[in-house]
C-alpha cells in the first residue's frame, strides 16, 4: 500500500432531511470542486426547532483528500 498525505479542510452540510442528508449534500458539494477525497469526520451535530419540531440539520465535519504527486500537477 503506497503512503499517502492527506490535506484536511472543514466542511458544514445542512438539510432539511436528515444528518445523514446533510453529510451526503456537503460531500456532494465538496466533490464538485476538489479532488481525490477518501474520508469523513462529523465534529459537530446540531438541529434546527420550530414550533416543537425538527426544521433543519446541520452537520460540521473534517474531509480528508489525497495530494497529487507532483509529477501528476498540471
Do not use: C
Not at 15 to 26: F, G, L, Q, R, T
Not at 28 to 33: D, E, F, L, M, V
Not at 51 to 59: A, F, K, L, N
Request: no cysteine.
Amino acid at each position: 500500500m503506497p503512503n499517502h498525505t492527506y490535506r484536511v479542510i472543514e466542511l458544514a452540510g445542512s438539510s432539511e432531511i436528515s444528518h445523514a442528508d446533510a453529510v451526503e449534500n456537503a460531500v456532494a458539494r465538496a466533490s464538485q470542486t476538489t479532488r481525490n477525497l477518501r474520508w469523513f469526520e462529523i465534529t459537530q451535530m446540531r438541529g434546527e426547532i420550530e414550533d416543537g419540531e425538527i426544521r433543519h440539520y446541520q452537520v460540521t465535519m473534517k474531509v480528508g483528500f489525497t495530494l497529487e504527486d507532483s509529477d501528476k500537477v498540471p
